[in-house]
């Protein structure tokens, strides 16, 4: 890659190295994440949406630790991407300030990733409040050198990028634009029809229902996602879910 060529055009070379006549629109977030990372001095990135309160999508990442990283988050319904989501602020934090303001996803993302550090910065302009780009270091000094600067620049051509491809592409308004049925995405869609289902054999409201699923797939060791998967898939009964009830999926 051109070393003289200014950030903008690095990021753009770095996009289209990555399309192909068989690249799918769904995957558009993954090459978007896949071009951050090759441009910013960082060791992963993600992105995802936030639809409503507790409806938090992702839609790409970078590599399969990035993935994870935000469906820990969503696991434990707590972390910098959901901040900056929500207050559309900068969140930095290392691993002390982890510790300290979200202990539970503190534990998980040191013993299932190699981060100790996250840039979250909200989406900005067409998406504004809307979601946000996670950027992770395996070392924590890291951090606070980041040029904030070139990352938010990089964060609006991120935005940029989607809302066009949002406008020159046709879809459903049930559905929403083509990246917002990324594999990921499809994935945590698993997630509402578990608290449904969990809803109705509790005899919960959904937000609870939501409240068991997290709290079992963080004592199983598992992801929300994946546990929803099981529920959704019929091999976990969500009656069993609750309690000293609860069993292994079949």
């Given at each position: 890659?051109?070393?003289g060529?200014?950030?903008?055009?690095?990021?753009?070379?770095?996009?289209?190295?990555?399309?192909?006549p068989?690249?799918?629109?769904?995957?558009?977030?993954?090459?978007?994440?896949?071009?951050?990372?090759?441009?910013?001095?960082?060791?992963?990135?993600?992105?995802?949406?936030?639809?409503?309160p507790?409806?938090?999508?992702?839609?790409?990442?970078?590599?399969?630790?990035?993935?994870?990283?935000?469906?820990?988050?969503?696991?434990?319904?707590?972390?910098?991407?959901?901040?900056?989501?929500?207050a559309?602020?900068?969140?930095?934090?290392?691993?002390?300030?982890?510790?300290?303001?979200?202990p539970?996803?503190?534990?998980?993302?040191?013993?299932?990733?190699?981060?100790?550090?996250?840039?979250?910065?909200?989406?900005?302009?067409?998406?504004?409040?809307?979601?946000?780009?996670?950027?992770?270091?395996?070392?924590?000094?890291e951090?606070?050198?980041?040029?904030?600067?070139a990352?938010?620049?990089?964060?609006?051509?991120?935005?940029?990028?989607?809302?066009e491809?949002?406008?020159?592409?046709?879809?459903?308004?049930?559905?929403?634009?083509?990246?917002?049925?990324?594999?990921?995405?499809?994935?945590?869609?698993?997630?509402?029809r578990?608290?449904?289902?969990?809803?109705?054999?509790?005899?919960?409201?959904?937000?609870e229902?939501?409240?068991?699923?997290?709290?079992?797939?963080?004592?199983r060791?598992?992801?929300?996602?994946?546990?929803?998967?099981?529920?959704?898939?019929?091999?976990?009964?969500?009656?069993?879910?609750?309690?000293d009830?609860?069993?292994?999926?079949?």
């Amino acid at each position: 890659m051109d070393s003289g060529a200014t950030l903008a055009e690095r990021f753009r070379a770095a996009l289209s190295e990555q399309a192909t006549p068989e690249a799918l629109p769904e995957l558009l977030p993954q090459r978007l994440s896949r071009a951050v990372a090759r441009v910013l001095p960082v060791d992963g990135v993600g992105i995802s949406v936030r639809v409503d309160p507790d409806r938090h999508f992702p839609l790409g990442a970078s590599d399969a630790h990035s993935g994870l990283a935000e469906r820990l988050q969503f696991t434990v319904g707590a972390g910098p991407c959901l901040q900056a989501s929500e207050a559309r602020q900068p969140v930095f934090v290392v691993a002390q300030d982890m510790a300290r303001r979200w202990p539970a996803f503190h534990d998980l993302l040191l013993s299932r990733t190699p981060y100790r550090g996250i840039v979250a910065l909200p989406l900005r302009r067409g998406l504004a409040g809307a979601g946000a780009i996670d950027l992770y270091f395996r070392r924590a000094d890291e951090v606070p050198v980041l040029d904030v600067f070139a990352a938010m620049t990089i964060g609006d051509l991120v935005t940029a990028t989607l809302a066009e491809a949002a406008v020159w592409s046709s879809w459903e308004e049930t559905d929403g634009p083509r990246w917002l049925q990324s594999p990921s995405a499809r994935h945590r869609a698993g997630v509402w029809r578990a608290m449904s289902m969990t809803s109705l054999a509790l005899g919960v409201e959904t937000d609870e229902a939501l409240a068991v699923l997290r709290a079992q797939a963080y004592a199983r060791g598992r992801t929300v996602d994946d546990l929803a998967a099981d529920v959704v898939d019929g091999r976990l009964d969500p009656r069993e879910v609750f309690g000293d009830g609860a069993t292994e999926p079949r």
